[in-house]
């Protein structure tokens, strides 16, 4: 099995008991299995639903090492590996696991693909996109609408920032301190597609005030008290979506879209050492846009 040099330990951090802080630690390395890759992980992006890990929200148990957005190099490959070598760039993002088998495996990438195709070519008729929330997400989904050719409303608590929004491409700010966000996105002309990274349904049921006929809210978070009332939806053809992730081939698409237009995502680092300040910097909302972990 070709390797690196490779340490009999590795560092972590984990949640060791429900509600804990991330503490450091240090935890035996195993080698990967004949189909698996072993990452020597080089950075890690802190995203809000790690919250869910340090409550046991996914039902995992303790201790749990967080962390989903990660960047490295193949530091070992199993026997029955053809694809990847060691010393290959990879990145990786949310995977549960899988077990090939199921309806959802069978389908494989070109049914995805395909219905990524089909939502893409539905949104031809979309003009103006409304994005709620300037941090890790929010941030990056300013400069894809943009870029895609779209109006985008940026939508955020506090004149503090709007510069940003403008600075990244935002068309209108609208600051929800000063009143309902979605009368206020009415005001100015509404959205067919209005995305959302906010954490509470407070923040987020307000925006279908300012969809328009058949318009759509989609939400890249995970809310808490969503309450949707039928009659709103029903009235003007309005649709929920929840997105988890896309299929890697996907992943790579934004990537290359990102490197053709210049779309750069803004970063605070800080060392593994600090991992619990990272999170904490996420909770507070005052990392600018996204915290990321990175080895000592």
């Not at 870029?147 to 920032?161: F, L, N, P, Q, W």
């Not at 990392?287 to 990175?294: E, G, K, N, Y």
Request: glycine share 12%; with cysteine.
């Amino acid at each position: 099995m070709p390797t690196m040099s490779l340490p009999q330990t590795y560092k972590r951090e984990v949640f060791k008991e429900l509600g804990h802080p991330l503490t450091v630690e240090d935890a035996p390395l195993k080698p990967p299995a004949t189909k698996e890759l072993l990452i020597k992980v080089e950075a890690c992006g802190v995203c809000y639903s790690d919250m869910y890990s340090q409550y046991n929200g996914l039902g995992g148990g303790f201790p749990i090492a967080p962390g989903h957005e990660i960047i490295g190099k193949v530091a070992a490959v199993g026997s029955d590996v053809r694809d990847w070598n060691v010393g290959d760039r990879i990145g990786a993002g949310w995977h549960g696991g899988h077990d090939g088998t199921c309806k959802a495996c069978k389908r494989l990438v070109p049914d995805v693909r395909q219905y990524c195709g089909q939502w893409r070519d539905k949104g031809r008729w979309i003009k103006t996109v409304a994005v709620q929330g300037l941090g890790g997400l929010g941030h990056l989904a300013i400069q894809y609408a943009k870029h895609m050719g779209y109006r985008v409303v940026a939508i955020s608590r506090g004149t503090d920032k709007e510069v940003a929004a403008r600075e990244l491409g935002a068309d209108d700010f609208i600051d929800s301190n000063r009143g309902d966000a979605g009368e206020q996105l009415a005001a100015v002309g509404g959205a067919a597609l209005a995305i959302t990274t906010a954490s509470t349904g407070e923040a987020i049921t307000p925006l279908l005030k300012g969809l328009g006929i058949l318009g759509k809210l989609l939400i890249l978070s995970f809310p808490s008290n969503l309450a949707l009332n039928p009659t709103d939806l029903l009235k003007y053809g309005l649709s929920v979506q929840f997105w988890p992730s896309g299929h890697p081939g996907d992943a790579e698409e934004a990537i290359r879209f990102a490197e053709n237009n210049n779309i750069k995502s803004v970063i605070e680092k800080f060392p593994l050492s600090q991992a619990q300040q990272a999170f904490d910097s996420i909770l507070s909302g005052k990392v600018r846009f996204r915290a990321v972990i990175t080895m000592d």
